[in-house]
């Protein structure tokens, strides 16, 4: 599959919670311990047929990843919060890909305004966290 998103994860659904209008997919991904949360609407996951065990992508934009330095003693409301370093930046035109390494060993892109990456001070080796709302990532199955 090719997606105009720059972070791509294959892996396996661990757990769902089943709500009133959403549910919550925990997925487990293939390359390591690391977990992805996602949310997604009933109807969504009952016409892909979401259950423990099944095979899925999940996808998230490089816009939707907040980047945090000096977050410890922190708490967040997302439930995607991963420990990372940046590896590398490359400014275009007020923009900044920020690409970064996961406690895990995944890679994950994040793009901020170049202002916000400069104000931030960051650099190749800072640790960093990273912030991505359930809602944020998209689950996707193969037929």
């Known amino acids: 599959m090719k ?9 396996a659904i661990m757990n769902i919670r089943r ?3 959403n549910d919550e997919i925990e997925i487990l991904l293939d390359s390591s311990n690391t977990r992805v949360t996602a949310t997604v609407t009933n109807t969504s996951s009952r016409a892909m047929n979401l259950e423990p ?3 899925v992508v999940a996808l998230i934009r490089e816009e939707s990843v907040i980047l945090v330095t000096d977050s410890e003693g922190v708490r967040f ?4 919060v ?8 490359k400014e275009n035109g007020g923009l900044s890909d920020v690409n970064i390494r996961l406690a895990g060993g995944e890679r994950m892109t994040a793009m901020a305004a170049s ?3 400069v104000s931030l001070g960051l650099k190749a080796g800072d640790e960093l966290t ?7 990532v998209i689950v996707g199955v193969r037929e």
């Open 130 to 136: 990273a912030v991505v709302k359930a809602p944020s």
């Open 19 to 21: 709500g009133a209008v």
């Open 53 to 55: 065990g099944r095979k």
């Open 82 to 89: 991963f420990q990372g370093a940046v590896v590398s930046i």
């Open 77 to 80: 409301s997302s439930r995607n």
């Open 3 to 11: 997606t105009s998103a720059r972070n791509k994860y294959e892996g």
């Open 115 to 117: 202002e916000a990456v």
